[in-house]
């Protein structure tokens, strides 16, 4: 076996591979629990095993079944997020929240940023929109990162963000749909291709109002309903972050899920039923909210320089699963 073959731990302890951004995981989250902590934010635990997870069209789940000792069988999954089960304990009464936890995410390739099971940072505000998520990102960067990742950051629209590095309107869009590719599609091909390589490299670039077709869980901007009070945040070549001032209403969050859910059985993903105790929680009410996954293996690859995710998890899977399991280096 090469040495570039090794399992991490044996490559860490014969001195191929510097421990340091390991190790530093721990001194992020300690620093991350402190920040959150003083600005009075509650820690919560949700389950990594649930009957509901999340209805993104492209994102395929993990499925497997919980069985009792009785006999009973029920059909289980892992988790892609733990935002429902927060959205909840917003419906409870709890105003700020923050969890550090596992996340699940199946049929994607190994890469640089990507791995199938994942550490991800959420928190949610009550009573907020996410201008002041916006302010929590640039602060916990500054706070965990030091001068380096202090602002003043770059705050850019979609919109403007699609003239400057692809030379066209949102509009436009529409001339590119074809008999082949959706209105979504064509979106995604030029963010992915023209936008994203150039968001984050000088400074973190907050990427912000997305289509209101691209709304996911995020509300309708108030002034114009076209676009949705969603971001993401670029920094170091990265997409760390996205973010809402979450949608409440029940009607139309259904609405949303259940058009997701005829669009995954379109593209043959795993179909499940909407999560009916999630529209509960948003019928009993939940109060102007704004929320936030951040990827926290990405979050310490940047703090830390290392090259790929897999410097920066002591058991990458594709190491966990290279003997006999037919994956592919």
Known sequence: MAPEEYPTWRRVRDGLQPVEALLAR?????????????????????????????M???LEVFETELRTAGGRRHRAFLTT???YAMKKLLAAGLPRIFQVCKAFR?????????????????????????????????????????????GPWERL??????????????????SRVGPDTTWEQAFHLV?????EPNLGRERPTILYDYPIQLAALARAKPDDPRFAERFELFAGGLELANAFSELTDPVEQRRRLEAEREERIALGRTVYDVDDDF??????????????????????MLLTGAPSIRNVLWFPADEVFRNGQGIDR
């Open 279 to 300: 529209i509960r929680a948003l019928e009993a009410g939940i109060p102007p909210s704004a929320g936030i996954a951040l990827g926290l293996d990405r979050l310490v």
């Open 106 to 150: 199946n049929g994607e390739e190994f890469s640089r940023g990507h791995n199938p099971e994942f550490t991800m940072l959420e928190w949610y505000r009550a009573n907020a929109d996410y201008t002041a998520l916006m302010v929590d990102c640039e602060e916990l960067l500054g706070e965990l990162g030091g001068e380096k990742f202090r």
């Open 81 to 83: 997020s733990p935002e």
């Open 191 to 195: 963010l992915l291709n023209d936008v």
């Open 56 to 58: 993104e069209p492209h």
């Open 26 to 54: 721990e001194r992020i989250v300690d620093g991350i629990r402190r920040f959150f902590k003083a600005r009075g934010f509650v820690e919560v635990e949700t389950p990594l095993l649930v009957s509901h997870p999340g």
């Open 157 to 174: 629209s979609v919109e403007e963000a699609f003239k400057r590095y692809a030379g066209i309107e949102l509009a436009e869009l529409d």
